[in-house]
């Protein structure tokens, strides 16, 4: 799997395929993934981590089931932008699956991701337990939605920079 920046996805992505969000925490790996038009993410079921064999497996399978033709996945930078080990270790995570598969991923960065799911899931009313159980995969669907505002941007041919005229 090569890791891609999102310019680079945007020119090799294959019409009418979906693309996935994932949200690599310890436990759980949040899940989302696109319509086929790549304007809505869609949150899914998490993957309960068990070892790296195991979650790579369901998570080959899921691709396949979803027709993903890219992985965006959150990474957790600092709020300061530093990198610290959560960032090692999804880089090692995304290293590791390139070894695989050939599908492509892209690293986002996913700072107050999980902030801005849970006020969603808050002002949904959803309760404390549901909130838990769904939490990674709606940062998920915050990671992606990202992705996927910027690669419309890219395909309307804007530069996405804020001070572009």
């Not at 992505?13 to 696109?34: E, M, N, R």
């Amino acid at each position: 799997m090569a890791i891609l920046t999102i310019e680079e996805l945007a020119e090799r992505l294959p019409p009418y395929q979906a693309v996935a969000g994932l949200d690599l925490g310890t436990k759980t790996i949040g899940l989302s993934v696109s319509d086929l038009g790549r304007r809505f993410a869609t949150p899914r079921d998490v993957i309960r981590r068990v070892k790296f064999g195991i979650d790579a497996q369901a998570l080959l399978f899921f691709a396949e089931k979803e027709k993903v033709a890219a992985f965006v996945i959150g990474l957790p930078v600092n709020m300061d932008g530093s990198e610290g080990p959560r960032c090692q270790a999804t880089r090692a995570f995304v290293r590791t699956m390139g070894e695989r598969t050939d599908i492509p991923s892209v690293l986002w960065d996913e700072r107050l991701s999980t902030v801005a799911a849970e006020r969603v899931l808050i002002e949904m009313d959803v309760s404390r337990k549901k909130r838990a159980d769904r939490i990674d995969s709606a940062a998920a669907s915050f990671i992606l939605q990202g992705a996927l505002d910027r690669l419309a941007l890219l395909a309307r041919g804007a530069s996405g920079d804020r001070d572009a005229p």
